[in-house]
T-cell receptor, first 114, second 109 residues
Framework: EAQVTQNPRYLITVTGKKLTVTCSQNMNHEYMSWYRQDPGLGLRQIYYSMNVEVTDKGDVPEGYKVSRKEKRNFPLILESPSPNQTSLYFC?????????????FGPGTRLTVT | RKEVEQDPGPFNVPEGATVAFNCTYS??????FFWYRQDCRKEPKLLMSVYSSGNEDGRFTAQLNRASQYISLLIRDSKLSDSATYLCVAPGSFNKFYFGSGTKLNVKP
């Protein structure tokens, strides 16, 4: 089954404690992306990757890091989480070509930073 | 100005009604657009893509107006199961994507 998986699905942590949210896709997609969703603000792109070892900032990259060492995986790293990073996070993947290629989303990770 | 703007609603309509949402975008170079459906904080799922003037899929019609830089989504014969939040998506420069904040639809019996 074609899918994007994220782990963990729910996480409560404290300010400053480093965490990683994993994302994996089995569709051989080149393009992967991380979004955060906050009430009234919609989904905002954090980072994206066009292929292995190629990553770029989205609109809200501050406080986040990513890596793309393998095509299927795109982890999101919060080195020192703060309460303003409490949010619902989605990973997504798609083919990288121009045009109307669908983005497939993971089930989301609900993060609370206290 | 936001890259993509939508009326947040909610739109409260009876079953069987026709309802339309609009979405405006700022990047005139954008070529393809998307409508996604999102249920209750679950992951967004693609509803329709819009490349040229429009696209129709059953009860759903999406239209693109490049001159005025907006896309619309028309839902005919609304069902209870159509209740959801509808997200408009436009590509930006440098392979970014911009989502609207979503329009909430409530279909009532």
């Amino acid at each position: 089954e074609a899918q994007v998986t994220q782990n963990p699905r729910y996480l409560i942590t404290v300010t400053g404690k480093k965490l990683t949210v994993t994302c994996s896709q089995n569709m051989n997609h080149e393009y992967m992306s991380w979004y955060r969703q906050d009430p009234g603000l919609g989904l905002r792109q954090i980072y994206y990757s066009m292929n292995v070892e190629v990553t770029d900032k989205g609109d809200v990259p501050e406080g986040y890091k990513v890596s793309r060492k393998e095509k299927r995986n795109f982890p999101l790293i919060l080195e020192s989480p703060s309460p303003n990073q409490t949010s619902l996070y989605f990973c997504a993947s798609r083919y990288k070509g121009q045009g109307g290629y669908e983005q497939y989303f993971g089930p989301g990770t609900r993060l609370t930073v206290t | 100005r936001k890259e993509v703007e939508q009326d947040p609603g909610p739109f409260n309509v009876p079953e069987g009604a026709t309802v339309a949402f609009n979405c405006t975008y700022s990047n005139s170079a954008s070529q393809s657009f998307f409508w996604y459906r999102q249920d209750c904080r679950k992951e967004p799922k693609l509803l329709m893509s819009v490349y040229s003037s429009g696209n129709e899929d059953g009860r759903f019609t999406a239209q693109l107006n490049r001159a005025s830089q907006y896309i619309s989504l028309l839902i005919r014969d609304s069902k209870l199961s159509d209740s959801a939040t509808y997200l408009c998506v436009a590509p930006g420069s440098f392979n970014k994507f911009y989502f609207g904040s979503g329009t909430k639809l409530n279909v009532k019996p």
